[in-house]
Nanobody, 126 residues
Framework: QSHFVESGGGSVQAGESLRLSCVASGDTGNRCVGWFRQAPGKEREGVAAMYTIGVRTAFVADSVKDRFYISRDGAKNTLYLRMNNLKPEDTAMYYC???????????????????WGQGTQVTVSA
């Protein structure tokens, strides 16, 4: 099992940027790790994710492609999400999370996620 502590959320204007950080502890073996978000009244969705070992393929949701970038510093056990050109529709609670790799399944699929952080709020005003 993995444990996460997220930081970096806040309130910004549309067009601005934020960087979220997530310090991980516990089991960080061959898993999917990434960022997920949930807006009020909506289901939780995958934003950006990657494998912890092997090929550093990034899974990125279409809604944030070319704006959000995921990266990982293995030495610091820290996962980052750089969010550029933020939009009001990006307003949500953002969670760092992990789950077991499952062949043929995107790391953005919430069904494979078992370990969740507490979340950090991102609010974007027009």
């Amino acid at each position: 099992q993995s444990h996460f502590v997220e930081s970096g959320g806040g309130s910004v204007q549309a067009g601005e940027s934020l960087r979220l950080s997530c310090v991980a502890s516990g089991d960080t073996g061959n898993r999917c790790v990434g960022w997920f978000r949930q807006a009020p009244g909506k289901e939780r969705e995958g934003v950006a994710a990657m494998y912890t070992i092997g090929v550093r393929t990034a899974f990125v949701a279409d809604s944030v492609k070319d704006r959000f970038y995921i990266s990982r510093d293995g030495a610091k056990n820290t996962l980052y999400l750089r969010m550029n050109n933020l939009k009001p529709e990006d307003t949500a609670m953002y969670y760092c999370a992990a789950g077991e790799f499952r062949s043929g399944t995107s790391c953005l699929n919430t069904e494979i996620i078992t370990d969740w952080g507490q979340g950090t709020q991102v609010t974007v005003s027009a």
